[in-house]
């Protein structure tokens, strides 16, 4: 925010914008004051975007408002809510989410009984054997028959346990990581709004000194004609008023800009205009002190919870895998009938066996040993992962805390500052037109007063906007 300024500064020092208020007939006309303009809506606000093709001078920007449709107007609130909508961010995670959930069913299916129903038909050269293949029965007889198979674990001593444990805990994580992202578009809903909201108040205040600065040229082309003033002061007003159009174009371009970024936050891609409207009341801090807020985002934060539950599912992945080193004990059962085949190889119409396997890992290469220690070192990375969050964490509230300290105490010096700047233009105003002074010094009122009001404005929501990154590094986001 304080960048637009200093990139504004030198345009200003070439030749100050007015800002005075206007008290008489003889006194020079300048801008309302911003705070009332955005208590009000703006029709210079509701005016499509210029294009190149567009006079720079403030009397086409009016008259072409003059026929704009009305600008829908935006609150934060509102504004986190159609982004917390909208945006496409929310629905991936919200789908990746839900993707976990069944990934958890997958792996619990281990833990059920699989029921496979066969129906075979062999029409075969009558108890002639197979000479190639696996170990089976290799006497071939023409048959038809259908069953079903029964296959059930009974124990693999924790192994699919754990992995169900596993799957439960990403699931969890998934979910944080679902809300860690709302928190993550809501601070840039929050960012982009408060961005918008000082381009448009900076764009209010420039469009009015544009105004300002006709009235003024006006006033001089006349005492000037009346030789009444010199073409000096001619020069200067004229020059003032081209400075005046250069910012509010320069003011147009940031505030459309402003509103893009808005309205890619909010999910769409029309070139949308609002009218921005503040809170009235004043934020309010997460908490007192900035150990209050640490200690809320320790409990709060979705990012940090959900990196804690990726590491308790590592931590159960790892021990499924050391489990695989456990034998496997499974129940299985079969029945069917053959109502068709030989009396002579099938005596009768049914069968039927139930047994238990148990199988045994005996050597395969160190895979099972590798695979535990593989799962085991990325348990042990996704808990220093939390340990690095934690410090990242902290040393972010405490950077976020000071700023917007600094921002509060920015608001209240600005306030001073803008206060003593309208007085110090009153009385250079008055005294140019007594002709106590020259234009010079009335010009350099006008510069202090107008960097005075943009400084009021960028501390006013910078500090909102720190308030909202505050909220966000304490996980208070909606």
Known sequence: MRKFVHCLTPLLLLCPLVMGAQRSSAALPDAPPIHAQLQQPSVAMQ???????????????????????????LTRQQAEQLALKNNPRITVAALLALAQKQAVRVTRSAEMPTFNGELTGVDAEEASREATGSLNASRLLYHV?????????????????NLVASSNFKAKAYDQQSEATREEIALAADVAFYNALEAQATLQVARSTVKARQDVADQVDALTLSKLKSTLDQSFAHVNLSEAQLLELNSQNRYDASMAELNEVLGTTNDLQ???????????????????????AMQQRPDLLALKLTHDA?????????????????????????????????????????????????????????????????????????????????????????????????????????????????LSDTRYQLGLSSIVELSQAQLQQTQAEIENVNARFEYEADLAALRFQSGSQP
């Open 274 to 296: 609002y009218h921005l409207i503040d809170d009235i009341s004043a934020p309010q801090p997460v908490a007192s002190t900035v150990e209050g807020v640490i200690a809320l």
């Open 47 to 73: 005016q499509p975007s210029p294009t190149m093709q567009q006079p720079a001078a403030s009397t086409s920007a009016q008259a072409a408002s003059s026929s704009a449709p009305p600008a829908d107007t």
């Open 145 to 161: 028959g259908a069953g079903i198979e029964l296959d059930q674990l009974i124990t693999d001593f924790g192994h699919t346990h």
């Open 314 to 426: 590592d931590v159960h992945f790892a021990r499924a895998e050391r489990d695989q080193l456990l034998p496997t004990v499974s129940g299985l059962g079969i029945v069917g009938a053959n109502p068709v085949g030989s009396n002579k190889y099938f005596t009768q119409n049914w069968y039927g066996a139930a047994g238990v396997n148990i199988g045994i890992p005996i050597f395969n290469g160190f895979k099972f040993h590798a695979q535990a220690s593989e799962a085991n070192l990325i348990a042990k990375a996704s808990d220093e992962q939390s340990r690095a969050l934690i410090d990242r964490i902290v040393r972010d509230v405490r950077t976020v805390w000071l700023r917007s300290v600094t921002a509060q105490q920015r608001v209240s010096v600005t306030d001073e500052l803008l206060k003593e700047a309208n007085t110090a233009l009153d």
